[in-house]
């Protein structure tokens, strides 16, 4: 049997599935967590690799790897390739007037859409360069090539299999690091950064320099099926690295998202995205324009809050998520009226980087853990279905995937908020697993097929929505 391990470098912990590269049955998989906070040492994404790499049992019968990451965080090396600062999140949002000064200087959010599909907001790398440029300009010199999470990764696991060192987490540990020469990236995670344009598949080095004063070693963009390298690793047979890609892109590839479907992920990060045929450009900056990992495209459109919301909730009121969605499926459609505006970590859409969340609606009669736990599943979903309208899409299919759509709950109340049909595919880690079907792309012709099913249905409630309208309108910043 030929295997291939697929890895998910997300924002919270770090996932390994190891499955068939023929069949893509499941073999072993492992995870490990990341540490909290949205400045992260990317020593630690190494670390959770290595441990989540040897709980699945590491690279025995392995003949091809790829890592999705989590999009967007600027990882700085100096010339040595040893990380400048910690690594800056997507969810970190200090870049907030960075991306308002870019914006106005290139002449409006119209002429960044056009130029690389994305108007900037605090997520996207090209924001965080000039949040560095500024604030640290020693960090700044000293950064002699920029990549991401999941360039970074890769980067390190070439350097480990080209050691010939067999794998163990401690062995691995401190793997020799290859020239900055070797990075690499993919067309899908490029297209986050702010300064490679999808519709041209072409670097734009002019907004880069314009943004961060310097033009620092840039990743070599490969297509969907090249090899980022090929190593021996101790005596097994030699390993392929496919280029990898962005979680969101993975993702799509994981659960086999075909045009005409839109992909709601509720992970860390809220993602409503669609496969598509040709660029996009949306001036108002709701819709990311992003590349996908298959040589087409993935409009995207994110939220800071999703998942954790949840946990919030579950934390306020002293219960697991097992509870919290039995309690939400207590309370009736509405809460009564209590409405929950999720900006816990602030938001990106809409782009309000220094809101907080709030609770409306208060009452008596509302404070009930079970009325909080509704209102924390509707709020979330509100989020995910404004991002829905602003793909503006008649979807064939609306797939529910992600951390969150493990809750009854919100497949249950996602139909009545977001005014379709849900299609719940069974739990699993769909951004690993669409890595280990690129890996698998690279020594066989992978026939995978896709497990059943679930639909969920319910009348729509469009007064949820309209509460949550206004209350998105008396929010604290
Ligand atoms: N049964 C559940 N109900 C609600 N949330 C859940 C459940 N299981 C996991 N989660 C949440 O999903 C999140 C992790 O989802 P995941 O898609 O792995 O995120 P990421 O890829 O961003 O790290 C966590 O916040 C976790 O609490
Ligand atoms: O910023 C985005 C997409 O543009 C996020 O979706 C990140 O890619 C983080 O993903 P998760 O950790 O939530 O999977």
Redesign the pocket.
Known sequence: MTLVAGV?S????CKVVIRDAETGELVRQGRATHPAGTEVHPSHWWTALLRALEEAGGLDGVAAISVGGQQHGMVCLDENGHVVRDALLWNDTRSAQAALDLVAELGGPHVWADAVGLVPVASFTVTKLRWLAEHEPDNARRTAAVCLPHDWLTWRLMGALASGVPFSAAAWADAPLPPLSHLVTDRGDASGTGYWSPATGAYRTDLLKTAFGAVPLLPKVLGPTDEAGAAVAGGAGPILIAPGTG?NMAAALGVGARPGDVVVSL???GTVFAVAETPSADPKGLVAGFADATGRFLPLVCTLNA??V??AAARIAGVT??EL?TLALQAPPGADGLTLVPYLEGERTPNRPTATGSVHGLTLATATPAHLARAAVEGMLCGLADALDALAMQPERVLLI???A??EA?RRIAPTIFGVPITVPPPAEY?ADGAAFQAATLVTTPDWQSGDTAVYEGDPVPSIRTRYARATGHILD
Request: no cysteine.
């Open positions: 998910d997300s924002t919270q912990s979680d992970g860390t990060s998942a954790r949840l946990d998520l097992d969605s992600g951390g969150a493990r809750s919100v951004v």
